[in-house]
């Protein structure tokens, strides 16, 4: 008997690597499938748990304890930074009729029909 494998032992060594290559490969990919879906599902919870954003904010000038200078409307790209605070549309219309600069981009003296006198 000889020692050298047949054409077809090596055939059937070959299939037995292959399968065990795609059973590695496929046990990865589930895994990075399932690190996804984890993430996702997170993400989702996240946005789920979020707080809604404001729809009147106030922006205060530069300093420690300075005057509001703009009433913003919730969404209004002009109004980020750390200067800027969420507040109820009683506030705003407070700050508006008190002489708070209504934001000329998004205009929420017209939002709130509100005349400046």
Request: glycine letters at 6%; proline letters at 9%.
């Amino acid at each position: 008997m000889s020692d050298t494998p047949t054409r077809l032992d090596l055939l059937h060594f070959a299939r037995r690597v292959l399968v065990q290559q795609h059973a590695a490969n496929l046990a990865q990919l589930d895994q990075w499938i399932a690190v996804e879906e984890d993430r996702e599902a997170a993400q989702r919870r996240a946005e789920e748990l979020r707080p809604p954003p404001p729809e009147w904010l106030l922006e205060r000038g530069i300093g420690a304890g300075s005057p509001p200078v703009r009433v913003h409307q919730g969404g209004c790209v002009m109004a980020n930074g750390v200067r800027v605070k969420g507040i109820s549309e009683d506030q705003a219309r407070r700050a508006l009729y008190g002489h708070v600069e209504a934001c000329p981009f998004c205009n929420p003296d017209t939002a709130l029909q509100v005349i400046p006198e």
